[in-house]
């Protein structure tokens, strides 16, 4: 879904707004409770919180938090190559953990997926609870896209 057009207040460009719905990941949960996984908005990719959940909105990794940390950065992952980038594209994330005995866990997946230089900002909150108490880690992210 893109939308292009005019600004009705002030006759200006709007940016180019595309909601990201790849295939691979959880789209029809996201849409029953009226959010998006992820937007472009010209060359920013703005990536919803991500779980571990997987195509058909099985929990991955029940009281794992690696495997559930895997999954959700496959999600961030196929969200970001869907609008047209890659891992390198990835500039901030934000990681909740319910506990913090998780974060080496959490480390160990980012070593995968995040190597210097190209590293992200990002912000660790430890939370009492996510939307389900069988979420442990979930992870949001914004891309910055080069080139198109």
Known sequence: MTSTGIDAAGGKQRPRREQITPPGIDNASAASLSY?????????VWIA?????DAEGNLVG??????QAIQCFENVKAIAEAAGGTMEDVVRCT??????A?????????????????LPTSTLLIVSGLALPEYLIEIEAVAVLTGD
């Open 62 to 67: 029940p009281d794992d938090p690696e495997a």
């Open 36 to 44: 998006a996984n992820g937007i472009r908005t010209d060359n920013i």
């Open 95 to 100: 990681f909740y953990i319910t506990d913090r």
């Open 49 to 53: 919180g991500q779980v571990a959940r």
């Open 102 to 118: 998780y974060r080496p866990a959490l480390t160990a997946a980012r070593a995968r997926y995040f190597r210097a230089p190209l």
